[in-house]
C-alpha cells in the first residue's frame, strides 16, 4: 500500500473501465497517476465484469457514432500496445419497424458519417443471413460493417496494465469514504483511515456515484443503479457453426418497446448471446441477485428471429450486472464544480451503453484534468447542468 501523504497529480476513484481506461491516458501524459478500487480489482460486483461487450456506431446521435468511430481507433491502439486482443471485429444489424423513428435516425447518421449501410425488407434480411434471421413484414433490417465484440473483464485488465506500464499506482480494497477540497488540492479519505494528497481527482466509481457525490458535495444527480442480466442461449444442434464469430453473422440489437441486444457465439462455444437493455433498480450495497428482467419477452423473441435454431426454452448462463442509468440515457462527463471547482470531474451514468467508449471517455477526462476541456466531444450533452431542475 502507497504511504498516505503522497501527492499525485490525479487520483482516480474506480477501477472499472472508466477509470482504468482514465488511468492509462493520464498516465500515458506523464502524470504521476494513483487508482483507488473499493473491491478487488476485476471483481463481479459492478458493471465492467463478465465475457463481453458490443460495441457498435449505428446510433441515432450523431456525438454518440463519431465517439464510437473514434474508440474503434483507440482500442486498436491500445491492444497494439498491450500484445493481446480484446476487440474483436464483426458486422452489426439492427431490426425494427420500419417507422422506428430510431432506425430511421441510425440511417440518416451512417449516410452522414459516410458508413456504409444496407436497409433491408424481410426477404433480403432472410437472404443476408441465410435464413438464420427473420423479422415481421412490416420490421426492416439495417446492416452495417461497424460492429464487434469487446471482451470486457480482459478489457480492463489490459488498461490496467498500460497504466503500470506508464507508472500509475494502482490499489485494490481501498474504499473511498469521502473527498475534500484543500486549499486548492483534494484530499482523499479511505474507509480505513487513509489519507491521499492529489491535484486533481476523477470519480469512475459506476453504480456507487450517488452515494459518494452525495457525500461530498451534497448534490444528488439523478443516476439510477439498475441490476441486469446478460443471458447466453443454446444454439440447436447441428446449428452452432451458423452463428460464431469470425464468420457473416453480426451484433445485432431489436429497436422497440422491448430493446435487446446480443452478439455471436463467442465466449461460450454452442451459446449465442441475448440480453434486454434494462433491469431492476436496485442498492448496489444490497443486491437483489434476482432472477432477471422480461424472461418471457426474451424467449418469445429468440424463438422468432433465430427462426427455431436457437433453444428458447431458457437462458442456460445468466451473468448479473449492473446499470448506472440518467434519466436521458445520455452520460455525465463534467465537473464536479462547486468549492472543488475544476479540480474533481465525474464520470459516470453510462446507462449501459458506455463501455464501447471506454478509451475515447478515458482520453476525454485526462484531457479534462489536463486542459480543463476536451475537443473529442461537444460536453454540453453530457453536463450535469442538465438535471438542474432535478437537484
Known sequence: MESSGSDYDVIIVGAGVMGSSTAYYAAKRGLKTLVLEQFDFLHHRGSSHGESRTIRAAYPQQHYCQMVMKSYQLWEEAQAQAGFNVYYK??????????????????????????????????????????????????????????????????????QSLARSHGAVLNDNVEVVDIKNDGGSVVILTAKGEKFRGKKCVVTVGAWVNKLVKKISGVEIPIQPLETHLCYWRIKEGHQGKFTIGGDFPTFASLGRVLLYGSPSFEFPGL???????????????????????????????????????????PVVKQACMYSMTPDEDFVIDFLGGEFEKNVVLGAGFSGHGFKMAPVIGKILTELVVDGGTNEVDLKHFRIGRFKSDF
Open 272 to 314: 449465442i448471446k441475448v440480453a434486454v437493455h434494462g433491469g431492476n433498480l436496485c442498492d448496489p450495497d444490497k443486491r437483489p441477485w434476482g432472477a432477471g428482467v422480461m424472461m418471457d419477452e426474451m424467449k418469445e423473441w429468440v424463438e422468432g428471429r433465430f427462426c427455431g435454431l436457437v433453444d428458447s426454452s431458457e
Open 90 to 159: 464483426a458486422h452489426h444489424f439492427d431490426m425494427g419497424s420500419s417507422n422506428d423513428p430510431m432506425i430511421l435516425s441510425v440511417v440518416e447518421n451512417c449516410r452522414q458519417n459516410n458508413l456504409p449501410c444496407q436497409l433491408l425488407r424481410r426477404e433480403q434480411v432472410a437472404e443476408k443471413f441465410s435464413g438464420r434471421i427473420d423479422i415481421p413484414d412490416d420490421w426492416v433490417g439495417l446492416s452495417t460493417e461497424y460492429g464487434g465484440v469487446i471482451k470486457a473483464t480482459k478489457a480492463v485488465t489490459m488498461f
